[in-house]
């Protein structure tokens, strides 16, 4: 009975077409995630960190930040993370021109808490203009293509989803990011003064 049990199983994965990975569009998404990041914090040369809210509609849905991890002539890691809380050592300016303390959240006053904060590690190479995840929330090492099912259930494309995403969370950050202190300056605006 095992004996069958293996030849079917056998038969089901030589039935299944591999999957081969689309290298000019992992390529061209690479691209666009440079130039996006660029876009995001043209000076990355030189500035280690970019704080800034997200705030679709003027309500604040947590912050992003952008850190440099490692920087070489040719290459920069960063570090994106998304904070979903307020975070308490913030100031904020208030309209009469005094600084205070944001309101610390509890797990019982901010029911996105208890999320995981989305982690990414990404590297840039300057020389080819292209920028790739290396890392998601400390899992690395992806490779281009996996088997499926597999033991970490990565889909088979998932180092192309990654790069994918990377690509809709850094349009999501140009299009709602905000400068903190400023609900009316967007990112963009900021990061080319």
Not at 31 to 44: F, Q, S, T, V
Not at 111 to 117: E, F, R, T, Y
Request: some cysteine; hydrophobic content about 35%.
């Amino acid at each position: 009975m095992a004996v069958i049990k293996e030849a079917n199983k056998q038969r089901f994965v030589s039935n299944r077409a591999r999957h081969t990975p689309d290298l000019s569009g992992f390529i061209v998404r690479c691209e666009a995630n440079y130039r996006l990041l660029i876009k995001l914090m043209p000076d990355i040369q030189v500035e280690d960190d970019l704080v800034f809210g997200l705030a679709p509609l003027q309500q604040t849905f947590g912050y992003i930040d952008i850190a440099v991890t490692e920087r070489c002539k040719y290459t920069t890691t960063v570090t994106i993370t998304q904070t979903n809380a307020v975070q308490p050592a913030l100031l904020v300016e208030e309209d009469n021109g005094e600084t205070a303390d944001v309101e610390k959240c509890s797990k019982e006053s901010n029911p996105a808490s208890w999320l995981q904060a989305p982690t990414m590690s990404v590297r840039l190479y300057h020389d080819a203009r292209m920028a790739e995840v290396l890392s998601y929330q400390k899992q690395g090492r992806f490779k281009p293509s996996y088997e499926y099912p597999n033991q970490k259930m990565f889909q088979r494309d998932e180092k192309a989803q990654l790069n994918h995403f990377l690509g809709e969370w850094l349009n999501y950050c140009l299009k709602v990011g905000q400068v903190l202190g400023n609900p009316m300056g967007d990112i963009t605006s900021s990061s080319t003064t």
